[in-house]
C-alpha cells in the first residue's frame, strides 16, 4: 500500500531564513512518481515539482530546491531565504506508475508560517 | 486558458439534504478527478474518469455518492441523504493523457460542503 508521511505538521520561520519540508513515503512499486503541491489560503493546489523514481537528481527552481533519497524514501523540500508569499501549507504526494489512475496519494501536509 | 472551475465554491445543507457539486476541466482534458479533503489532512482520491468512464472508485466512495461525466466534459458529484461526516472541500482535477506521463492533474478551488 502507499502512503506518504509529512512529520511536521506546522513550521514557523521568521522570513529570510531556509526551511526544509520532510516527506517519507512507502510504496512496493519500483516505478512511481513524486509530487509536491502548495495549497495557499485561498484554497487551491499548485503544483510545484514532479520527480520519477529513476531520477535520483536533485533539481532547484529559483529559492526553491527538492531533494530524492531513494535509499531514505524520502523527497524533501527546501525553501532558501523564504518570504511571507510562502506561507502556505505543503503536500507531498505519491502515484503509482502501474495503477493505470495515476491517482495521487496526499500526506497530511505541513502549514509553513514566514512571519515578517 | 482558463483553469478547473467549480461550482458552487460553497454549500451549506441539513442533514439529510441531497447535494450536487459541478466540475468543469481545463477544456481538452480527458481525464477528470475528485478528490476529498478534511480539515488539516491531505487530499484523499474518491473516483476518476477518462472521458465518460469512470473507471476507478475508491472504498471511500459509499453507496450515497456518485460521479458523472455524461459528455466527457464536466462532471457531476452528488451526495444523498448527506451526513456530518460529509463535511469537506471537495477538489475536483483534471488531466491530459495526450502529456507526458504521469499525467500533471491540474486542480479546482473546490467546493466546501458543511453540513449541519
Known amino acids: 500500500a502507499q502512503k506518504v508521511t509529512q512529520a511536521q505538521t506546522e513550521i514557523s520561520v521568521v522570513e529570510k531564513e531556509d526551511v526544509t519540508l520532510d516527506c517519507v513515503y512507502e510504496t512496493r512499486d519500483t516505478t512511481y512518481y513524486l509530487f509536491w503541491y502548495k495549497q495557499p489560503p485561498s484554497g487551491e493546489l499548485v503544483f510545484l515539482i514532479r520527480?520519477?523514481?529513476?531520477?535520483?537528481q536533485n533539481e532547484i527552481s529559483g529559492r526553491y530546491s527538492w531533494n530524492f533519497q531513494k535509499s531514505t524514501s524520502s523527497f524533501n523540500f527546501t525553501i532558501t531565504a523564504s518570504q511571507v508569499v510562502d506561507s502556505a501549507v505543503y503536500f507531498c504526494a505519491l502515484s503509482e506508475a502501474l495503477g493505470g489512475s495515476e491517482k495521487l496519494v496526499f500526506g497530511k501536509g505541513t502549514k509553513l508560517t514566514v512571519n515578517p | 486558458d482558463t483553469g478547473v472551475s467549480q461550482d458552487p465554491r460553497h454549500k451549506i445543507t441539513k442533514r439529510g439534504q441531497n447535494v450536487t457539486f459541478r466540475c468543469d476541466p481545463i477544456s481538452e482534458h480527458n481525464r477528470l478527478y475528485w478528490y476529498r479533503q478534511t480539515l488539516g489532512q491531505g487530499p484523499e482520491f474518491l473516483t476518476y474518469?477518462?472521458?465518460?468512464?469512470?473507471?476507478?472508485k475508491s472504498r471511500l466512495l459509499s453507496d450515497r455518492f456518485s460521479a458523472e461525466r455524461p459528455k466527457g466534459s464536466f462532471s457531476t458529484l452528488e451526495i444523498q441523504r448527506t451526513e456530518q461526516g460529509d463535511s469537506a472541500m471537495y477538489l475536483c482535477a483534471s488531466s491530459s493523457t495526450g502529456t507526458k506521463f504521469p499525467y500533471e492533474q491540474y486542480f479546482g478551488p473546490g467546493t466546501r460542503l458543511t453540513v449541519t
Open positions: 474518469f477518462q472521458n465518460e468512464a469512470q473507471l476507478e
Open positions: 520527480r520519477n523514481s529513476f531520477d535520483e
